[in-house]
């Protein structure tokens, strides 16, 4: 077995060594490019979440000429101010329109001082009238911003984003509405890029450029001018990974272009940036490759050695067993998976011996418990000789009812403690009968039972003494309440069904109220008893698990009319399978 074992490794692993050599080369740049990508969409993608955070709060801030303020109904609301001068109700060097520009001048030095990476804010009302910060670092042409407003009014957007290729800065110019949506002016805010700048070159990996762009086409931010020669297509997606070539070679283009953000970003990093250090990674692979194999061969022998001497111990332990000998245990040795294989074995070993001594325990336990059970059944004999003997005592007696309630107690008292789980409609109905003609004593001829049975009906199956069950709770629920005199009537029909058998039991007494009604059917259907509803859940438990859905009881009552309990069960006869 040594042998077999060294010789199939030697087969399996030298000669293909240098195959294995060759191959896991390429692999290992597939997968080093594969890391690589993986990792650079991670960056972008998350750099690309900073990017449309840091803009999304500069929209923020220009929005807030809309929301500053609003609660205030005064000169000092900014969009009162322009609402009145977009009307021309603002008389030119009066105090009100000094006060009013003064309000504006205010407010740009405020949104200067709130973000370091403004250069300058302006104003642009609908009147044609421009306001600007007074640390301003440039002042814009009013044509220049007229030409930009009439870009962001026929985009029909709230704003936009301009920038002239290799100029800074970045203009975000976005609307200023009244609460009607009456389009008052523009905000414009002039954007250093040192910001931007810093949050991408942080991210950038050597040789690599990091493009942001607006609306997918616009370079907002392009150091090398990268996007004018290399532009591509993006499409809405989170993020993605292309092989592209241009004309410097290769190319790895990463790109996210999220559909519910008007920013991208794309990543260019050229393929031969990542295969610079491959040649001397191949030669120590090769190198190191052949060294193990030599090494593996020596290893590999002594281990089919290690391997071979135990696993004959287990098979000769295993041999005893088959002739018998239970007891066999193997020494283990070591920690290995031989070890677990010899521990295995001893621990089935001893399964086995403790699995034959419990199946002899198991049957000598069987045997006495059904001692037991026939001794049990002498007590019932006992009571129904009992009942027999006051039946008789009672006729002697000419006492007809009690003898009556004697022959219908043990009636019942037999079909309780006999095996049998299932009987026939008519049984059942008979044993209905036994129980009811006790009621009947007990209410003193005021009880009234009608009762209509279905011949087609009678032999279907039902659970023994599911009926009386029913019929306990018209007494316990429906009946005791009522004061006296009083008088009860219950009605129980059973007709054949389209899928078998249904009997309904009516009564006329107290009813159930709606909640108590919602309740009791909840827990039929999760088949879960509570409170004084044990009887009818065990019968409906006790049909679903014989037979399943659709079968089972189904409730309805009203308050001081009564209730009818409807039982389901199939035509199933006595001797046929369900």
Same mark, same amino acid.
């Given at each position: 077995?040594?042998?077999?074992?060294?010789?199939?490794?030697?087969?399996?692993?030298?000669?293909? !060594?240098?195959?294995?050599?060759?191959?896991?080369?390429?692999?290992?740049?597939?997968?080093?490019?594969?890391?690589?990508?993986?990792?650079?969409?991670?960056?972008?993608? @998350? @750099?690309?979440?900073?990017?449309?955070?840091?803009?999304?709060?500069?929209?923020?801030? /220009?929005?807030?000429?809309?929301?500053?303020?609003?609660?205030?109904?005064?000169?000092?609301?900014?969009?009162?101010?322009?609402?009145?001068? #977009?009307?021309?109700? !603002?008389?030119?060097?009066?105090?009100?329109?000094?006060?009013?520009?003064?309000?504006?001048?205010?407010?740009?030095?405020?949104? @200067?001082?709130?973000?370091?990476?403004?250069?300058?804010? $302006?104003?642009?009302?609908?009147?044609?009238?421009?306001?600007?910060?007074?640390?301003?670092?440039?002042?814009?042409?009013?044509?220049?911003?007229?030409?930009?407003?009439?870009?962001?009014?026929?985009?029909?957007?709230?704003?936009?984003?301009?920038?002239?290729?290799?100029?800074?800065? %970045?203009?975000?110019?976005?609307?200023?509405?009244?609460?009607?949506?009456?389009?008052?002016?523009?905000?414009?805010?002039?954007?250093?890029?040192?910001?931007?700048?810093?949050?991408?070159?942080?991210?950038?990996?050597?040789?690599?450029?990091?493009?942001?762009?607006?609306?997918?086409?616009?370079?907002?931010?392009?150091?090398?001018?990268?996007?004018?020669?290399?532009?591509?297509?993006?499409?809405?997606?989170?993020?993605?990974?292309?092989?592209?070539?241009?004309?410097?070679?290769? !190319?790895?283009?990463?790109?996210?272009?999220?559909?519910?953000?008007?920013?991208?970003?794309?990543?260019?990093?050229?393929?031969?940036?990542? &295969?610079?250090? *491959?040649? /001397?990674?191949?030669?120590? *692979?090769?190198?190191?490759?052949?060294?193990?194999?030599?090494?593996?061969?020596?290893?590999?022998?002594?281990?089919?050695?290690?391997?071979?001497?135990?696993?004959?111990?287990?098979?000769?332990? *295993?041999?005893?067993?088959?002739?018998?000998?239970?007891?066999?245990?193997?020494?283990?040795?070591?920690?290995?998976?031989?070890?677990?294989?010899?521990?295995?074995?001893?621990?089935?070993?001893?399964?086995? =011996? !403790?699995? %034959?001594?419990?199946?002899?325990?198991?049957?000598?336990?069987?045997?006495?418990?059904?001692?037991?059970?026939?001794?049990?059944?002498?007590?019932?004999?006992?009571? $129904?000789?009992?009942?027999?003997?006051?039946?008789?005592?009672?006729?002697?007696?000419?006492?007809?009812?009690? /003898?009556? *309630?004697?022959? #219908?107690?043990?009636?019942?008292?037999?079909? #309780? &403690?006999?095996?049998?789980?299932?009987?026939? %409609?008519? &049984?059942?109905?008979?044993?209905?009968?036994?129980?009811?003609?006790? =009621?009947?004593?007990?209410?003193?001829?005021?009880?009234?039972?009608?009762?209509?049975?279905?011949?087609?009906?009678?032999?279907?199956?039902?659970?023994?003494?599911?009926?009386?069950? %029913?019929?306990?709770?018209?007494?316990?629920?429906?009946?005791?309440?009522?004061?006296?005199?009083?008088?009860?009537?219950?009605?129980?029909?059973?007709?054949?069904?389209?899928?078998?058998?249904?009997?309904?039991?009516?009564?006329?007494?107290?009813?159930?109220?709606?909640?108590?009604?919602?309740?009791?059917?909840?827990?039929?259907?999760?088949?879960?008893?509570?409170?004084?509803?044990?009887?009818?859940?065990?019968?409906?438990?006790?049909?679903?698990?014989?037979?399943?859905?659709?079968?089972?009881?189904?409730?309805?009552?009203?308050?001081?009319?009564?209730? +009818?309990?409807?039982?389901? +069960?199939?035509?199933?006869?006595?001797?046929?399978?369900?």
């Amino acid at each position: 077995m040594v042998k077999r074992l060294l010789g199939t490794y030697i087969l399996l692993i030298v000669l293909p !060594t240098l195959l294995v050599s060759s191959v896991a080369y390429y692999l290992f740049k597939q997968s080093m490019e594969k890391e690589v990508s993986v990792s650079i969409e991670r960056t972008v993608r @998350l @750099l690309n979440s900073e990017v449309d955070a840091y803009f999304t709060d500069l929209v923020r801030l /220009a929005a807030s000429v809309m929301t500053e303020d609003t609660q205030l109904d005064d000169d000092r609301n900014l969009l009162r101010i322009l609402k009145l001068r #977009a009307a021309g109700q !603002t008389v030119p060097g009066s105090m009100d329109a000094y006060m009013q520009a003064q309000r504006i001048d205010h407010y740009l030095n405020d949104l @200067l001082n709130q973000k370091r990476d403004l250069d300058s804010v $302006y104003l642009y009302t609908a009147s044609g009238e421009l306001f600007a910060s007074h640390r301003s670092d440039e002042r814009i042409d009013r044509a220049r911003l007229a030409e930009m407003e009439g870009r962001l009014r026929a985009s029909g957007r709230e704003w936009i984003v301009e920038k002239e290729a290799g100029k800074e800065p %970045i203009y975000l110019i976005r609307k200023v509405n009244d609460p009607s949506h009456r389009f008052l002016g523009s905000i414009v805010l002039s954007i250093g890029t040192e910001g931007l700048e810093g949050m991408i070159e942080g991210a950038e990996l050597p040789r690599q450029d990091i493009i942001a762009l607006w609306d997918r086409r616009l370079p907002v931010y392009d150091k090398t001018g990268r996007w004018k020669d290399d532009a591509f297509e993006l499409s809405p997606v989170r993020i993605r990974s292309l092989n592209l070539p241009f004309e410097q070679g290769g !190319t790895l283009v990463t790109y996210a272009s999220p559909q519910q953000s008007e920013w991208s970003l794309a990543a260019y990093l050229p393929y031969s940036a990542l &295969t610079e250090n *491959m040649r /001397a990674v191949r030669f120590w *692979m090769l190198a190191a490759g052949a060294l193990c194999v030599l090494f593996s061969i020596l290893v590999a022998y002594m281990l089919a050695l290690g391997i071979v001497k135990p696993i004959q111990s287990v098979r000769n332990a *295993m041999r005893k067993m088959e002739k018998g000998f239970f007891h066999t245990r193997v020494k283990v040795r070591g920690k290995d998976e031989a070890a677990e294989l010899a521990q295995g074995f001893n621990s089935m070993s001893g399964q086995l =011996q !403790t699995l %034959i001594d419990h199946v002899y325990l198991s049957d000598l336990a069987h045997k006495e418990a059904e001692l037991r059970a026939l001794h049990a059944q002498i007590n019932p004999h006992f009571l $129904y000789n009992t009942l027999e003997a006051i039946s008789m005592v009672a006729e002697m007696q000419r006492s007809s009812e009690a /003898a009556e *309630m004697a022959r #219908a107690l043990g009636v019942l008292f037999r079909a #309780a &403690t006999e095996f049998e789980t299932l009987v026939p %409609i008519r &049984t059942e109905i008979m044993l209905l009968k036994q129980y009811l003609l006790l =009621q009947e004593i007990r209410f003193d001829g005021t009880l009234r039972v009608y009762w209509e049975v279905a011949a087609g009906a009678e032999g279907a199956l039902v659970p023994k003494l599911s009926l009386q069950t %029913i019929v306990e709770n018209c007494f316990k629920h429906g009946f005791a309440p009522l004061k006296a005199p009083r008088s009860a009537t219950i009605r129980v029909r059973v007709c054949a069904a389209d899928q078998g058998a249904s009997i309904e039991i009516v009564d006329d007494g107290t009813g159930i109220g709606n909640e108590r009604l919602h309740e009791l059917n909840r827990l039929l259907q999760i088949g879960a008893s509570g409170g004084d509803s044990v009887g009818l859940v065990n019968v409906h438990n006790r049909i679903r698990l014989q037979w399943g859905q659709p079968y089972g009881i189904e409730l309805s009552s009203q308050p001081n009319i009564g209730t +009818v309990v409807r039982l389901n +069960v199939p035509g199933e006869r006595r001797g046929e399978s369900a």
